[in-house]
DNA sequence: TTGTAGGCGTTATCAA
DNA sequence: TTGATAACGCCTACAA
């Protein structure tokens, strides 16, 4: 089923079609109706490669995922989610790439074969060799994290440091002196993961200007792990009161621990953290923490991607959220023994 | 940067081109490296919209995901990227849809504009009118989950009768005389969502002949749910010593509400279910459970999907997965006071 | 071994 | 208000 055939047999000519469908030309109401006439009994729609080839635009945008080795966590998923609900919304489709580096088939396939009119890149590192590639290609992006040096650059992006920074004054206020980081994964801190480096930051100055003792322990991002960071915390650090963390993923396996040791929260020990709603509701007891909006960083990602698709010249634009702490019932004031 | 600009830097015509990237004719060595080295230099690929137009096909597989609006499941999610590591391995590139009805714009877009040459349908219903579409369409499909009639359709699914009557017969075996279901939402088995009604009735068929005391009770797909489906088991069913379920979503809250009431697992109560291995290792005491391999089912889905695409008329294979329980800590021989 | 030319289905320019 | 036609970039049958 083409054009052609929809023409035919409206009796009218293919472009008539063609514009009546579009509107940029003025069709007869009596010659549009029944041509739509036709089209709806057939069910026609232009073929997709066809209108790519002629407008030289696919009505598609790319979204890079980490490789399906990796997990995806909570964070990640709500986030593609939202990007595709947010590209059907302004009818156009996400075609998907697993890829981490810089040489991946898809990727590359995704780029130089023009199939997407622009690309959201997840899990940016701070050095990230794609970003390179895409200014290159002079293809639109937009990324979600930022790198080293993002100028340029259209970037979405949640501000851990000063998230974690809160959480941190939020916790002295309450009168805590030794507060420990979750931090992700030693792994992500080596590769240079943004968020990681940043919480790492934000922590280190909210801890200095508030004259508090900050503990370091890495955790690797899983359940298991999180239980035993917090059997080592315990152990090595008694003294500490408070926890804050980015760690979404061993939040499961932290609150095991914390059963374990019979550890009553938020009486002996006060929890805040940065996570998605949905963690920090299914918490025990629900965790005081900045609720990251991954529905909105979606949306907002794919409407930096349109603006920066109808205008590639145009001042990067981008975004640093730093959504509010829900006060929950995970922190409390410091005992005082 | 198109097929005609490497043609005129190699100094050959476009046709000698298309053949040495296709090696559909013999290219002399010579020139085959001479347009190689201008390919390399100039990092050419050819325009996929251009190619689909003329092949006819796009290189590119639909996946119809559940609207993004419901909360994907763990499972979902493994199943999501399995199938698009699966594509990326076959050089397919992935379009997701989210969709849950037939007159979704984005669903319709895939197919009648021939925006893929196949596609995948996740979370079937027992009356889908999606299928009935993609049939109409001709366009090659499979589905995960069956419908009430899967006749003359590929798909791939989880043996959940099955699997459910499997594990109340292991409980069975260990002396348990009562036990309950902890089926999928009342919403989705009022929707005809298959695997809830094969739940019941491998669960129906299993109590029955084996003389046991059946117990089910509707329970929403997520945490609290689950916490407050165990507390009114404990009221109204107290006599129920094991339970098995399918709802990977309650988990976590049926966890909870164990803990809450001071249970004993295995000792007091058994648990035995249908989830993913990482759900199943992360429950506490670890989960006797069948271990859904959605790893495994996205890439069978791929593979399925690629021979319907190959030979559209052939006969229409499907799988049917009953992957063995592994025996984990929540299953014991039923309490005798 | 290589080149020429036609057509895939669409949109848009030019002509009527 | 409408129609004929060229062009998007690629592949391939045919010709040399």
New binding site residues.
């Given amino acids: ?7 035919r047999r409206a ?12 509107g ?9 109706q029944r041509i739509q006439a036709v089209i709806d009994e057939l069910g ?4 997709a ?3 790519a ?4 635009r696919t009505r598609t945008l790319g979204l890079v995922i980490p490789p399906a080795s990796l997990r995806l966590t909570d964070m990640q998923l709500g986030f593609v989610a939202s990007v595709v609900e947010a590209a059907a919304h302004a009818d156009l489709d996400v075609l998907l790439s697993p890829s981490g580096g810089d040489h991946d088939r898809s990727f590359e396939r995704l780029i130089s074969g023009r199939r997407v009119d622009g690309i959201i890149l997840m899990e940016i590192r701070l050095e990230d060799e794609r970003v390179t590639r895409l200014q290159q290609e002079g293809l639109p992006f937009v990324t979600i994290g930022h790198t080293a040096h993002p100028q340029g650059v259209c970037w979405v992006d949640i501000d851990y440091a000063e998230l974690v920074a809160r959480s941190v004054h939020h916790l002295a206020d309450l009168g805590h002196r030794s507060i420990a980081l979750l931090n992700r994964s030693a792994e992500l801190v080596a590769a240079g993961y943004g968020p990681a480096h940043r919480a790492q930051a934000g922590f280190a100055e909210a801890v200095g200007r508030r004259g508090l003792r900050g503990i370091e322990l890495p955790c690797a991002d899983d359940p298991a792990a999180g239980e035993e960071w917090f059997e080592q915390l315990r152990e090595r650090h008694p003294e500490v009161t408070a926890i804050t963390t980015i760690n979404e993923a061993a939040l499961p396996g932290l609150q095991r621990g914390i059963e374990r040791l019979h550890v009553a929260v938020p009486r002996e020990m006060s929890i805040a953290g940065v996570a998605a709603r949905h963690w920090a509701e299914g918490f025990r007891p629900q965790l005081t923490a900045a609720d990251v909006p991954t529905g909105e960083m979606g949306a907002h990602a794919v409407e930096l991607l349109l603006e920066r698709i109808a205008a590639p010249t145009g001042a990067p634009r981008h975004l640093l959220l730093a959504p509010p702490i829900s006060l929950r019932d995970s922190t409390g004031p410091a005992r005082t023994d």
Avoid at 1 to 7: D, F, Y
Avoid at 53 to 56: I, P, Q, S, T
């Fill in positions: 089923m083409n054009i052609g055939e929809i023409a009796g009218v000519s293919r472009s008539t079609v063609s514009y009546a469908l579009s940029r030309r003025s069709v007869s109401a009596q010659t549009k026609y729609r232009p073929n490669a066809a209108r080839l002629k407008e030289g």
